[in-house]
């Protein structure tokens, strides 16, 4: 079975890119379940009802989160009642919604999704390798079958974790970094692993902000208000070859296409 895992999808231009590449991957790579992290769909920061109709209209079938997970209110709401939306498992305290899923492709394959938030400099939350540990545990009892998204700020941290779950999930995926990384691989146990899918949003752009302003705040210092990029987009992903009956990776294809 092959996977699709989008990186974070940024305003209106990262969800003009689902509907420019996702059906067309789906028809020419034989793609079974679309993954994407959506937690800046909604002009930057969170997923509204709205931004969820949409992508899912593009193709997409499950949503992860992140730091930004409830930058929209109805994201709560959204949750509760979609049921494929999900936030960071290793969130503290008893907060809504769940950090993990398991959905069944269109030929019956059962699939885990469990998302996880890094703890170097992010805002405080619970172990990702603990957390990731019990998750994948009580989900290997159901289905082989496991996706993680990793959403992390430092590169260590998303390789130590791609490691430690080696041969126990199908892939890691890193997002929130918005610059895809170049070592997509397969890990020596059989887990598909790259440390940040990418961005998929506006490409002139400084992690989908305009330029301009990002630059004149590293020039200056001074504080400046962040404005979502406009103009030409780009499309950031991965393809997982998955063993069904094993859960081991195959192959993995980083995927980059650029208006």
């Known amino acids: 079975m092959k ?28 793609i079974d379940l679309v993954i994407a992290n959506g937690e800046n769909s909604n002009h930057g920061r969170g997923i509204t009802r709205s931004c969820h109709s949409e992508m899912t209209r593009a193709g997409v079938d499950i949503f992860t989160l992140g730091n930004h997970a409830w930058g929209a209110k109805e994201v709560i709401q959204l949750m509760e009642q979609e049921g494929d939306v999900i936030r960071p498992l290793n969130f503290p305290g008893n907060v809504p919604g769940s950090g993990s899923v398991i959905v069944s492709t269109r030929s019956g394959v059962k ?16 172990s990702p390798f603990e957390a990731a540990e019990r998750e994948v545990k009580r989900i290997s ?28 999930v199908s892939a890691v995926f890193g997002t929130h970094t918005h610059i895809q990384t170049a070592d997509a691989k397969i890990l ?9 899918l990418g961005m998929t949003g506006p490409a002139d752009s400084v992690l989908g902000m305009n330029k301009n302003i990002i630059i004149n705040r590293f020039r ?22 998955v063993d069904e009956n ?14």
Request: proline share 3%.
């Open 220 to 241: 200056t210092g001074m504080p400046q208000k962040f404005e979502i990029a406009t103009g030409r987009g780009q499309f950031c992903g991965c393809v997982f070859t």
């Open 141 to 168: 009892e159901i289905t082989p079958v496991i996706f993680v998204d990793f959403h992390a700020e430092v590169t260590s941290e998303k390789v130590a974790l791609g490691y430690f779950l080696d041969g126990s």
């Open 246 to 259: 094993t859960g081991k990776c195959t192959e993995v294809e980083r995927i980059y296409f650029e208006e």
């Open 3 to 30: 996977v699709l895992c989008i990186g974070d999808v940024v305003s209106r231009t990262g969800r003009d890119m689902l509907f420019k590449y996702v059906e067309d991957l789906k028809y020419k790579c034989g």
């Open 188 to 196: 020596p146990n059989g887990t598909g692993y790259i440390t940040d």
């Open 111 to 126: 699939v885990g999704i469990i998302n996880l938030i890094g703890q170097t400099n992010m805002a405080p939350c619970n």
